[in-house]
């Protein structure tokens, strides 16, 4: 090597060099990327893998990407024409921790949702929810006891949000409180752009002996204004396949255990 050339980066300056320039570009290919440090697919997969591990960055088909801001959340009309067979899978699962003579708390969303029909074969369950149309379906299984928690009414996701509903979850006790997010990632947890929906989750998991994530990989990587929980918080973590295997293992590192539910 002659003195003008430029000495190899070690891997954590590589790295750190990537971090810079996905924090200026946002997503780039590995073609890209063996191109800009001249290092083999493998390295740049190595290096993907363990800024991954680390919650600092996100697989996509074909390259990496960092995290991205979710500024709105999309309506229930919305949600509940995507990932049908993902969703229908986690709740399943999450269906699994529920026994007859629990108190459980829904959180909204659709993925949620879809436990009604296995809870609705249960008996001695009661379920407390904010979403309007969890109660609606419930209605047709009188023999549980089913709470709304009320609150300010949030028209576009068809569920009730704010102090008043977080007062109500605060004098009740909960054996498992399942949680839905539209974004999540491994150093912010779960987030929210949604600042009325912070406190009914966070009251929801105070009052709970057990706390459950649900969230599809889709919403992986992704993160809102407004901080609800970090990861290790959760007791379990549901979501489906297709979480990569070096943001899986940051999950099990942070102490929950994680469910990848398969359509």
């Not at 891997?11 to 063996?34: A, F, K, M, N």
């Not at 996509?60 to 990407?65: D, F, S």
């Not at 309506?75 to 509940?80: A, G």
Request: with cysteine.
């Amino acid at each position: 090597m002659t003195a003008s050339e430029p000495l190899p980066l070690i891997p954590d300056q590589r790295r750190e060099q990537l971090l810079r320039h996905l924090r200026r570009e946002g997503v780039l290919s590995v073609p890209q990327i063996t191109q800009l440090f001249g290092v083999s697919h493998m390295t740049v997969r190595r290096d993907i893998a363990e800024l991954e591990r680390q919650g600092l960055v996100f697989s996509v088909p074909g390259g990496v990407r960092i995290a991205s801001h979710v500024s709105t959340e999309p309506s229930f009309q919305d949600k509940s024409v995507v990932d049908q067979p993902e969703k229908q899978a986690m709740a399943e699962r999450a269906a699994e921790l529920v026994q007859e003579g629990m108190t459980v708390y829904l959180d909204a969303g659709t993925t949620l949702l879809a436990m009604v029909p296995a809870l609705a074969r249960l008996n001695s369950l009661t379920v407390v929810t904010n979403d309007f149309t969890t109660v609606d379906r419930l209605m047709a299984a009188p023999h549980l006891d089913l709470v709304h928690i009320g609150g300010q009414v949030d028209v576009a996701n068809r569920s009730s949000v704010g102090r008043l509903a977080a007062a109500t979850l605060r004098q009740l006790a909960l054996d498992i409180a399942f949680i839905s997010t539209s974004s999540w990632d491994l150093l912010r947890g779960v987030t929210t752009p949604s600042e009325p929906k912070v406190e009914v989750k966070q009251a929801a998991m105070e009052s709970a002996g057990s706390s459950v994530l649900v969230a599809g990989s889709a919403k992986f990587g992704t993160f809102g204004k407004y901080r609800v929980a970090p990861l290790p918080a959760f007791d379990t973590v549901i979501t489906d396949a297709a979480l990569t295997e070096a943001a899986a293992e940051g999950v099990r590192a942070g102490g929950a255990e994680l469910c990848m539910a398969r359509p």
